[in-house]
């Protein structure tokens, strides 16, 4: 009886966490599309576009793949992820970008940088197509997932 009761309070556990789970996928999916969706019309919209030179700050290797070709045995594709400061009109500002050729800090790279609305500068943003799949897949995911969990909730709590 008391196994009973331990049980049933996991599995409740267990179906309240799938639920938060759930509403958290679709509010980052939700969170991710607008955030994508904003950037992308404030780049459009902008009046000034510039190439300026930034420095990097850090990198760190974010992506190593290993593919097999038939006309190389082994073919390494890795990306970089760096951290870059640049300078506009004397005032200072950072962002990240991501390189699929090592580049070391202290290096300086040519950066494309827009203003902002509120006036200051950031990098061009770079709409990842995996990025959005994976906003709009969380969505109807998370959705699933919290159905299902309070599905469950309901089922446990019946059957007392």
Do not use: H
């Amino acid at each position: 009886m008391k196994q009973d009761k331990k049980e049933k309070r996991n599995n409740i556990l267990y179906s309240v966490l799938g639920l938060v789970l759930g509403i958290a996928m679709c509010g980052i999916g939700i969170y991710g599309m607008i955030l994508n969706r904003i950037e992308s019309q404030e780049y459009k919209n902008a009046t000034d576009k510039r190439e300026v030179i930034a420095v990097v700050e850090s990198c760190r290797e974010i992506d190593n793949s290993d593919d097999k070709d038939k006309n190389k045995k082994n073919s390494r594709s890795v990306k970089y992820r760096t951290k870059l400061a640049f300078e506009v009109d004397g005032k200072s500002y950072e962002g990240e970008e991501t390189y699929n050729q090592k580049v070391y800090v202290g290096d300086k790279v040519k950066v494309e940088v827009y203003r902002t609305s509120k006036g200051s500068y950031k990098l061009r943003p770079y709409n990842n197509l995996v990025n959005f799949v994976f906003y709009c897949v969380a969505i109807p995911l998370g959705f699933i997932i919290a159905i299902a969990s309070v599905y469950s909730i309901r089922l446990i709590v019946k059957k007392e």
